[in-house]
C-alpha cells in the first residue's frame, strides 16, 4: 500500500470512529507520524547503519536552519531516538547570522514547543561581509562563518558529531559541481572527518543521504511545517548560484533517466579507481 494510500486508509478510519473527539490530537498525530515516517525512517535507519554514523553515548549537535530540510531531520532523529536499542544526546543549534527575512524567535519557539533542546547563536554577518567586500558574493565567506560557530560551538559543549540535513539530490549536485568546476571526484560523505584536530574524533553526519528532496518536501508539505523565511540573498542564489542551477538540470536529467539520483548512488558506492585518470590509483604508474 502506497504512503498515501496509508493515509488516507488512517484518516477513514478516524472518521469512522463512533466518537471521533475522544481520540486526542496527539495519538492522530501520532498515527499519522507513523505512517509518513516509515519510508524516510526506513532509509534513514539504512544510511546511518552502513555507514555507522550514530553509536552508543553520541552527543550529535544538529544544525537547525528553519529551512525543510533541518526540521524534518531533528523531527526524524528525535523519532529514532525514542527507538534505537542505546542512548545519544540530540541538541539543535540555529545559527543567526542576523538576516532580516529569518524569524529566528519563532524558530526557537517552535524547537522548544515539540520538546527540543535548542539553542541560538548570534553574530553579525551584514557586517563582516560589507568589510570583508564580499556582499556580491557573500555565500562561500557566510557559509564558513556559520561553519565556524558550529564547529566552535561542539567544541565548546563537547558534542562529537555534527549533523547535518543534506539529502540525495544534494549529494548528487555536489559531485556534478566538483566534476564541472574541476575540484576533483567529491561530494558530502555520509561520516566524515570534521577536522584533523583530536585524530579526527569529531565528525559530520548526514543521516538523510538516501533521502531525496521531495521525500523530505511532500514530509514538510503533509505535516504542515511552519516557513521560518530565508537569508537576504536567497533570491540570488537561486538565480545566480551553481547550486541552483544544477538542482534545476538534476529534475531535467530526471526525465530521461528515471532514477537518476538512486543511479548516481550507486556509480557514488562503486568507484573504481584502474578505470579513472588518477595516477596515485594506477599501480603501472608506481
Not at 545519544?88 to 526557537?108: R, Y
Not at 529534475?251 to 528515471?258: D, S
Request: with cysteine; net charge positive; aromatic share 8%.
Amino acid at each position: 500500500m502506497s504512503l498515501q494510500s496509508n493515509l488516507a486508509f488512517t484518516i477513514n478510519s478516524i472518521e469512522n470512529v463512533s466518537n471521533p473527539l475522544s481520540l486526542s490530537r496527539t495519538i492522530i498525530q501520532n498515527l499519522l507520524l507513523k505512517m509518513i515516517t516509515k519510508k524516510i525512517s526506513k532509509l534513514s535507519t539504512k544510511a546511518i547503519s552502513e555507514y555507522q554514523m550514530i553509536q552508543p553515548g553520541d552527543r550529535l549537535l544538529v544544525g537547525v536552519s528553519g529551512g525543510n530540510d533541518s526540521m524534518v531531520l531533528m523531527h526524524l532523529l528525535t523519532h529514532l531516538q525514542r527507538r534505537a536499542p542505546f542512548d545519544f544526546t540530540i541538541k539543535g543549534v540555529t545559527v543567526d547570522a542576523g538576516w532580516d527575512g529569518i524569524d529566528i524567535d519563532g524558530l526557537h519557539k517552535y524547537c522548544l514547543d515539540q520538546g527540543w533542546d535548542h539553542d541560538v547563536i548570534r553574530f553579525n554577518a551584514k557586517q563582516i561581509l560589507k568589510d570583508k567586500d564580499a556582499e556580491k558574493r557573500p555565500c562561500a565567506l557566510c557559509a564558513r562563518l556559520r561553519r565556524g560557530k558550529l564547529h566552535g560551538y561542539a567544541d565548546e559543549f563537547g558534542y562529537n558529531k555534527i549533523v547535518l540535513g543534506q539529502h540525495l539530490d544534494d549529494i548528487c549536485v555536489s559531485l556534478l559541481i566538483g566534476l564541472f568546476r574541476g575540484h576533483g571526484l567529491t561530494t558530502m560523505g555520509p561520516n566524515v572527518a570534521a577536522d584533523q584536530k583530536n585524530g579526527g574524533e569529531k565528525r559530520i553526519i548526514r543521516p538523510m543521504a538516501f533521502l531525496t528532496k521531495a521525500m523530505i518536501d511532500d514530509c514538510a508539505k503533509t505535516f504542515e511545517l511552519p516557513k521560518f523565511g530565508e537569508c537576504d540573498f536567497g533570491e540570488m542564489l537561486k538565480q545566480d548560484g551553481d547550486r541552483s542551477f544544477l538542482e534545476e538540470h538534476l529534475k531535467v536529467l530526471a526525465k530521461r533517466f528515471p532514477g537518476i539520483r538512486q543511479r548516481m548512488l550507486k556509480s557514488m558506492s562503486d568507484v573504481r579507481p584502474d578505470y579513472l585518470l588518477d595516477p596515485k590509483f594506477l599501480d603501472y604508474l608506481k
